[in-house]
């Protein structure tokens, strides 16, 4: 592999490019900055990340199809089975299924610990098992995390019946306010 003078890395003469279909319409958190950033450090290890801006009509048959180098999706819920959507063989998209295995990773192993933390109400061996997946994924470096979004949530000790919702998304239904 050469290092033109541009900077990037190259193979018989072609650049070494990895393409990012970005939802710009849907950027939150500052991800277009984020994005940017992860793009200026990819160059100075020789990789050429380029973003091509989708919409969300767009996005969907691109990550059934696999067509992407590098996708950027975030889940969060309040539970560790959200490793399940995001590791499970049954999660790879295919077909017209937008699976959230957007990574195809595809490994018996953790298959089977993701199934067994189903079959186990300890949640101690939950716990463990969830770990497991973690170690692994993070091993065979499936995904590289970049940030834990966090909500900041203020209220008084008058409000009263916040409640969050299975993906932590805080929800008002039932919440009030009291006088004293």
Same mark, same amino acid.
């Given at each position: 592999? &050469?290092?033109? %003078?541009?900077?990037?890395?190259? *193979?018989?003469?072609?650049? /070494?490019?990895?393409?990012?279909?970005?939802? *710009?319409?849907?950027?939150?958190?500052?991800?277009?900055?984020?994005?940017? #950033?992860?793009?200026?450090?990819?160059?100075?290890? &020789?990789?050429?990340?380029?973003?091509? !801006?989708? =919409?969300? =009509?767009?996005?969907?048959? *691109?990550?059934?199809? &696999? !067509?992407? !180098?590098?996708?950027?999706?975030?889940?969060?819920?309040? !539970?560790?089975?959200?490793?399940? +959507?995001?590791?499970?063989?049954? +999660?790879?998209?295919?077909?017209?299924?937008?699976?959230?295995?957007? %990574?195809?990773?595809?490994?018996?192993?953790?298959?089977?610990?993701?199934?067994?933390?189903?079959?186990?109400?300890?949640?101690?061996?939950?716990?463990?098992?969830?770990?497991?997946?973690?170690?692994?994924? +993070?091993?065979?470096?499936?995904?590289?995390?970049?940030?834990?979004? +966090?909500? /900041?949530?203020?209220?008084?000790?008058?409000?009263?019946?916040?409640?969050?919702?299975? #993906?932590?998304?805080?929800?008002?239904?039932?919440?009030?306010?009291?006088?004293?």
């Amino acid at each position: 592999m &050469g290092c033109p %003078a541009e900077g990037y890395r190259t *193979k018989d003469g072609a650049r /070494l490019t990895v393409r990012w279909p970005f939802l *710009k319409s849907f950027a939150r958190e500052q991800r277009g900055t984020l994005a940017e #950033q992860i793009q200026a450090e990819a160059k100075k290890i &020789g990789f050429e990340v380029v973003f091509t !801006d989708v =919409t969300a =009509t767009d996005f969907a048959p *691109k990550a059934i199809a &696999g !067509d992407y !180098d590098l996708v950027d999706f975030s889940w969060q819920r309040a !539970d560790g089975d959200t490793l399940r +959507n995001l590791f499970a063989i049954s +999660n790879i998209p295919s077909g017209t299924f937008f699976g959230q295995n957007l %990574a195809r990773y595809d490994d018996a192993e953790v298959d089977g610990w993701l199934s067994d933390s189903l079959a186990t109400t300890d949640l101690a061996e939950r716990a463990a098992l969830y770990a497991k997946v973690q170690q692994k994924v +993070n091993t065979d470096a499936v995904v590289f995390p970049v940030y834990v979004f +966090n909500y /900041l949530l203020g209220v008084s000790k008058n409000v009263r019946d916040i409640a969050w919702e299975p #993906q932590a998304y805080p929800t008002f239904y039932d919440a009030w306010v009291s006088k004293a």
